[in-house]
């Protein structure tokens, strides 16, 4: 029904930035919460941004606000994360999420999952 797929991801050098994009297929896309969740390799997945179904509201774990945004483009149907100063501990694989409900989002309860998009940061 939903088909999320993630770009963008790529090598950079401590401090700098790149900007992550999630594009969505399916007519539920307009109604439904979008974030973003990262696994390092040996590490449990983390929620990382979220973004409510009217754009309104945003969500970002502690390690990452003030550095990271979040948007989405219901006419384009895609979600995207901005990174900004970034850290070598923010290397990790970058997966794209979509749900009918926000809360159940930033509790890691996604509906739909996509295929990852490596990021990583180098010191």
């Known amino acids: 029904q939903v088909q999320l797929v993630e770009s963008g991801g790529g090598l950079v050098q401590a401090g700098g930035s790149l900007r992550l994009s999630c594009a969505a297929s399916?007519?539920?896309?307009?109604?439904?919460?979008m974030g973003w969740f990262r696994q390092a390799p040996g590490k449990e997945r983390e929620f990382v941004a979220a973004?409510?179904?009217?754009?309104?509201?945003?969500y970002f774990t502690d390690s990452v606000k003030g550095r990271f945004t979040i948007s989405r483009d219901n006419v384009k149907r895609s979600v995207n994360l901005q990174m900004n100063m970034l850290k070598p501990e923010d290397t990790a694989v970058y997966y794209c999420?979509?749900?009918?409900?926000?809360?159940?989002?930033?509790?890691?309860?996604?509906?739909?999952w996509g295929q990852g998009t490596q990021v990583t940061v180098s010191s």
């Open positions: 973004i409510s179904w009217n754009g309104v509201n945003t």
């Open positions: 999420a979509a749900g009918p409900v926000t809360g159940e989002l930033l509790r890691g309860e996604c509906k739909y």
């Open positions: 399916g007519h539920t896309f307009s109604t439904y919460a």
